[in-house]
């Protein structure tokens, strides 16, 4: 049984990050929904709800995510117990009102989302400030403040470079060098060395940019566009945890949900 069944949460994203946000708060027992692109552009798809889109649904240590169609039959199945994802680049019109939104996109910029559409607004990540864009920001960098719910102020400015992983940093990520349809040639959990091809990209190959274990990999389904992040290569080359939610993503749901406990015991700062 819930424990918040009058206080529904939407979640903007199913990435691992928003993972981590939707394991945090289900965990706790509030009912929930997550937002996601009709071609999401996750990369840990082993560790992201927003798989259940292509697949109809995921199953990520404990939780189970269904793709639903509408947003009464989202309000449904969270009411049920169920994750549901549904495709919607906007927030809908639900036929209930919502208590909380949470936008766990991570775009490192304000898109649309405003500090008017629910009675508690969270936000990750750079981008957003606390009492103008959002109620709480929650920090994503690694680091001292990881997980910090902010009240006032933002989160620490997008850097462009990775954190730091098993020492390394840009290197872990590879990004398009161009346009055009991608076929993998491993899958997630992969252990792969530095040079080895792992795709193709429009005909080229796309190689490893160091030794270790394929951590993510890009929707095939999605085309490529250039710059764009297609996989995560994490040098610490431990295949079990390619299928965890990580440690990052926990601590950030964790701060979403300190957020939404202060603020349900009225114990706001200012």
Request: glycine share 12%; proline share 6%.
């Amino acid at each position: 049984m819930s424990l918040f069944p009058q206080h529904t949460v939407v979640v903007r994203g199913g990435g691992d990050l928003a993972t981590g946000v939707v394991a945090r708060l289900h965990r706790a027992g509030f009912p929930l929904v997550v937002l996601e692109l009709a071609n999401p552009l996750a990369i840990r798809r082993t560790v992201s709800v927003a798989r259940a889109v292509q697949e109809g649904s995921a199953v990520i240590e404990d939780l189970t995510a269904v793709r639903v169609d509408t947003p009464a039959s989202a309000l449904e199945a969270a009411a049920a117990g169920s994750i549901p994802v549904l495709v919607s680049d906007r927030l809908p019109r639900f036929p209930e009102g919502i208590a909380v939104l949470v936008d766990a996109r991570v775009a490192k910029a304000v898109l649309d989302t405003t500090i008017d559409q629910a009675p508690m607004v969270v936000a990750l990540g750079p981008g957003f400030e606390a009492g103008v864009d959002c109620h709480a920001v929650i920090e994503t960098m690694r680091g001292h403040r990881l997980g910090k719910a902010l009240w006032s102020g933002s989160a620490a400015p997008n850097t462009g470079v990775p954190g730091r992983v098993g020492g390394k940093t840009a290197e872990r990520v590879v990004r398009s060098a161009g346009s055009g349809a991608i076929v993998w040639r491993v899958d997630i959990g992969d252990l792969v060395a530095k040079g080895q091809t792992i795709g193709t990209l429009a005909g080229d190959p796309i190689v490893a940019s160091l030794d270790g274990v394929v951590r993510g990999l890009i929707d095939a389904a999605r085309t490529a566009v250039p710059g764009l992040k297609i996989a995560d290569i994490d040098p610490r080359a431990d295949p079990d945890a390619c299928f965890e939610i990580s440690d990052k993503a926990l601590a950030v749901g964790g701060g979403a949900l300190e957020a939404i406990l202060v603020w349900l015991n009225g114990n706001r700062p200012g």
